[in-house]
């Protein structure tokens, strides 16, 4: 009876390295397989979304507008009725890898302020829009199979544009930037949704849908 226990335990012994070298060869088929699904994962992703009012864009125009019309009402009681007609955007970027991801892109704003006397006739009309065209890098801090989190930052060139009914249009451009706080990304491989905060020439809220290939 001892000599087959001795058997047994001398023969499993003798066995275990044979059985750790199969777990590291199975470890390694899976970090390889994990690997390559990465690598056959699309890259490319372009996002369209729409948003409210920026922390630049709408503001700074919105101020500037109302400032205007308070310089142009003093002692003839005018009025002044602003609309935001939004923040569109246009995503264009790269993942390098899990965590990173370069790209650009490209925002528009834009609102409308009319100015009306005591009797409601239309005293002036302003037009005023804002373009900016941002180099951008993303960076993702939570990666599961259908979520991500991320936050970026973008550094570009912005042109501002005024039109009013009592004299032409005019611009100017000036250094765009915007810091994208927190965004959320559900979807799949192909097909995702988005929402993001920013303080900058992008939305201070925006929302859109996105496709990678």
């Known amino acids: ?17 044979f059985i750790a070298h199969g777990q590291e060869t199975d470890s390694i088929a899976v970090e390889s397989k994990s690997e390559l699904s990465f690598a056959e994962q699309p890259r490319n992703e372009i996002t369209a979304s729409i948003g409210v009012v920026s922390a630049f864009g709408g503001v700074f125009d919105f101020f ?19 609309k935001f007609i939004g923040t569109y ?15 650009a892109k490209i925002v528009y704003e834009g609102l409308t302020t009319t100015v009306r006397d005591s009797t409601n006739a239309i005293v002036n009309h302003y ?5 900016s065209i941002m180099p951008s890098v993303q960076f993702s801090y939570l990666n599961k199979k259908h979520v991500k989190l991320y936050s970026g930052i973008d550094i570009g060139l912005g042109t501002i544009f005024d039109d009013n009914k009592q004299s ?35 939305a201070l809220i925006k929302g859109g849908f996105g496709v990678r290939f």
């Open 168 to 202: 032409s249009g005019t611009s100017s451009t000036f250094c765009a930037f915007n810091l994208t706080v927190i965004g959320i990304r559900v979807g799949n491989d192909n097909i995702y949704g988005m929402v993001e905060t920013n303080i900058g020439m992008d």
């Open 64 to 82: 500037k507008v109302v400032f205007e019309g308070v310089g142009n009402s003093i002692g003839n009681n005018y009025k002044t009725d602003t």
């Open 1 to 17: 009876m001892k000599t087959k226990i001795i058997a047994i335990a001398i023969v499993a012994i003798m066995a275990m390295p």
């Open 127 to 131: 037009n005023t829009s804002t373009l």
């Open 89 to 103: 955007g246009l995503d264009y970027y790269y993942q390098v890898n899990k965590w990173f991801r370069p790209g």
